[in-house]
């Protein structure tokens, strides 16, 4: 979950409401009343600091692949700012009385396999990967977000927030690719694989909680019908066709 890296030229895809209504106006205090609500924020925010904890772990591994020392400084920095994302969830989910760990736990395996089936095999395809793949996990937590508390919603956002690898990302990828056209073919079937594993994921994550589900299709909360669910998967594809342009690549 690297960033919300978004190309510069590219719209805001996801939808915020106007204005708040039903629990999206309520602060944690209030909307936690509600045990299946409370419970599904929890899976959500033990989802997101794993998350962040495992892009953190993989920047780091990354810069190993970095071609220059001013390349391998710019993603320790950026693992730097994953971490601290990581830190602000795991004291979120302390300060609301959960126990981090134990909230992390059941998006493991999901994750990991993830990563597994999406190890980069060069610098290319780390940039890739963090620029394209993790932001379109991004853009899916950002709908979700949209439908929590106040105060919920804030953090997740704040999580969420531009690192800088966005820049860093098209700028070298569009020079490697103005320096050997060919490059472009390759980085783009593997951004197209990205995609799909993406969104595995993300529908993974989600049918193994039943808390998380149900709120997402509008069991708690203000959730998502399912005309709305189709909807919000053209917001995400059309983010990512708009990244891949912002990258050179054709989606």
Known sequence: ????????????????????????????????????????????????????????????????????????AELAKMASAEFHHFERLRDRLAEIGEEPTRAMEPFVAAYDGFHKQTAPSDWLEGLVKAYVGDSIASDFYREVAARLDSDSRGLVLAV?????HGGFAVEKVRAAIDADPRVGGRLALWARRLMGEALSQSQRVVAERDALSTMLVGGVADGFDLAEVGKM???????????????GLAA
Request: aromatic share 6%.
């Open 1 to 72: 979950m690297t960033s919300s890296d978004k190309p510069e030229n590219a719209s805001d895809t996801t939808a915020t409401p106007a204005e708040h209504t039903g629990v999206a106006a309520r602060d944690w205090a209030t909307a936690s009343a509600d045990p299946q609500y409370r419970a599904a924020v929890v899976d959500l925010l033990g989802a997101l600091a794993y998350g962040e904890l495992a892009a953190f772990e993989r920047l780091a591994e990354d810069a190993k692949l970095a071609p220059t020392l001013a390349d391998k």
């Open 160 to 164: 969420l927030d531009d690192t800088g």
């Open 233 to 247: 998967f053209s917001r995400i594809t059309e983010a990512h066709t708009k990244r891949m342009a912002a990258l």
